[in-house]
């Protein structure tokens, strides 16, 4: 009788499996990122020059560590480059046919959205295909756009803030995933939010929750505090059944204006979720069947611009642009978030700043300015990314031309920068790395303001599991 032997092998890299990774505890697995890519803006600075993508090597055994290694202006002035995503992340990761290749650059002005080819040469990313705002307005009836994400459906969707003439309209603009040809809007004829900005899904809920920052029309120029009385300025959430396109359940948000960045845990299991809101300076938590809960803030607006959640689900970090902190939160039990981190990076409260600090339950003195390699930090921090593994936040420091103006003029003249953090991932903690410092002020064409970062495989913000 012969016998079959049945030889098990030993775990492999999979090799006919789409882009990102199969689950986020291995996305944590994955490399440590080499490369950097962010937006440079030049809208709002008296600078005549486009936007452009700026490429940053960020690999210590490099000789060209914390430097831009690359630049890619765009085509047109003012665009005002502003977050980027994916042509196909960790929601295809089951799909051999998708390849992350295209970096979506959608402009938060002009409407457009470039396609940049980082798949040919990662760095040095050109540019793929320009999709005009023209064709945006007239298949959409949309404008003035922010979040791209990949959907597991190999499309890309884009949401928006207004329509064409900068009326508040949160819609989303669905693009084929290989062509990037405009397909019309993801949500139903007439079913658009009164207003919008970010966006996260969670199919396994069948659920997507989108937030609101304001008009365009209101925001663009600058920020009056007389729109906040007048209730020009978002101040809830838009719960959408995914399968549906439609709007489910609106969330007034007590204690919530302006909330911006969109954060399900990245378990797909997860019925829960986080969003900041900047100008009420505190992050709410959102999960299913019941209300919102509002988490921690400030005493005054230390507005909260960005949020990120660990690939682990285990530190929620945000950064507060006004204050000046970077602040890291142990979120294991979400009801019980504690605080395992803080660091100044800057901000308006620095010693010698404009702002006098009269009374502060936290602090007991105003924070030192912050001088990182012989340069004194304008501005504070802003978006945030984290490492693969948890280990690093990179951080940036200008939110929006119009408003980099308005708070921190010295952004404008002197430019923005990148800083990184180590993290403690074991007991938490947050430290700064005095080595390491990409000055945007020294760039060839003058100051710049650089905002998203994203990693050539991926990263917190950018995948999403289904």
Avoid at 168 to 190: I, Q
């Amino acid at each position: 009788m012969d016998r079959i032997l049945e030889l098990k092998l030993p775990a492999t890299k999979c090799e006919k499996c789409g882009p990102g990774y199969p689950t986020p505890l291995e996305a944590m697995k994955g490399p440590r990122e080499e490369i950097i890519y962010l937006p440079c803006i030049y809208r709002n600075t008296g600078i005549e020059a486009p936007d452009y993508l700026a490429t940053v090597d960020v690999d210590p055994k490099s000789p060209h560590y914390c430097q831009v290694i690359h630049r890619l202006p765009m085509p047109n002035l003012k665009d005002e480059l502003h977050h980027s995503g994916w042509n196909t992340c960790s929601s295809c990761f089951g799909d051999s046919t998708k390849s992350r290749t295209k970096l979506m650059l959608p402009c938060l002005m002009s409407s457009r959205i470039y396609v940049v080819d980082v798949g040919s040469e990662p760095r040095a990313p050109k540019l793929h295909k320009v999709i005009e705002a023209e064709d945006i307005h007239a298949k959409c009836d949309l404008g003035y756009i922010h979040t791209s994400h990949c959907l597991a459906s190999g499309e890309v969707m884009v949401s928006s803030l207004g329509d064409p003439k900068g009326n508040g309209k949160g819609g989303f603009v669905l693009l084929d995933g290989e062509t990037f040809e405009v397909k019309g809007t993801w949500e139903r004829p007439g079913g658009a939010a009164p207003m919008g900005y970010d966006f996260w899904y969670q199919p396994r809920h069948n659920v997507m929750i989108s937030s609101e920052w304001a008009a365009p029309n209101v925001f663009r120029d600058g920020f009056n505090p007389a729109d906040v009385e007048a209730g020009l300025y978002g101040s809830h959430l838009h719960v959408w059944d995914w399968q549906r396109h439609e709007i489910v359940q609106t969330l007034p948000l007590q204690d919530g204006l302006i909330p911006l960045e969109v954060r399900f845990l990245h378990n797909p299991d997860a019925a829960q979720g986080f969003v900041g809101c900047a100008l009420s300076s505190t992050i709410q938590r959102f999960y299913k069947n019941q209300s919102l809960q509002p988490l921690n803030g400030t005493p005054a607006p230390g507005l909260i611009t960005d949020i990120l959640l660990s690939l682990d689900d285990r530190f929620l970090y945000f950064s507060n642009w006004l204050h000046g902190d970077l602040r890291q939160y142990d979120i294991s039990d979400p009801q019980r978030p504690r605080l395992t981190g803080q660091l100044f990076l800057g901000g308006s409260i620095v010693k010698g700043g404009p702002v006098q600090v009269l009374e502060d339950q936290e602090l007991k003195s105003q924070p030192e300015p912050l001088v990182v390699k012989g340069k004194r930090v304008p501005g504070g921090p802003q978006m945030i990314q984290l490492s693969l593994d948890g280990k690093r936040l990179y951080v940036t420091t200008s939110l929006y031309s119009a408003w980099d103006k308005q708070f921190y003029p010295d952004l404008i003249r002197e430019g923005s920068v990148m800083l990184q953090i180590d993290v403690d991932t074991v007991k938490g903690g947050l430290k700064l790395n005095p080595n390491f410092l990409v000055d945007f002020g020294k760039e060839p064409l003058g100051p710049a303001l650089a905002h998203e970062l994203r990693y050539p495989g991926g990263d917190c913000s950018s995948d999403i599991w289904v």
